[in-house]
């Protein structure tokens, strides 16, 4: 990795680290529906899949995936945070919202990249 890609990535992991923090900052329950992550991980999909569609659209250098993609979404994103809150709902007889729990994260964040795509070519074609 050079120099230049590096910066990308870091710039891109911190400012998504940052708003991952902002979000997790004040847990949001739903009853004992952890909310934070969830909406960390739809979020982060949606930008995803726009980001992507531009990517393409742009024909953008790799450096901007390092930094959106790979540096920003994967930041934002958390697939440890969503196991440990699966773990803690498991542990403490939760079945039906740890269902919830797995059902809504990856469900909406699949919805929510194919969303962010339709979207960015929706735009992007008119």
């Given at each position: ?66 930094f ?36 809504a ?15 960015m ?6």
């Open positions: 990795m050079k120099g230049i890609e590096f910066l990308f990535l870091g710039m891109g992991s911190i400012l998504g680290a940052f708003l991952r923090y902002k979000i997790s900052s004040s847990p949001l329950l739903f009853n004992t529906f952890p909310v934070n992550v969830l909406i960390e991980n739809i979020l982060g999909a949606f930008i995803l899949g726009a980001f992507i569609i531009l990517s393409q659209h742009w024909n953008l250098d790799g450096r901007y995936s390092l959106a993609a790979v540096g920003f979404c994967g930041s934002l994103t958390t697939m440890s945070m969503f196991a440990l809150d699966s773990t803690n709902l498991l542990e403490n007889k939760h079945y039906y919202t740890l269902f919830l729990n797995i059902l994260n990856i469900g909406l964040s699949i919805g929510a990249l194919i969303a962010g795509k339709t979207m070519n929706s735009i992007l074609t008119n």
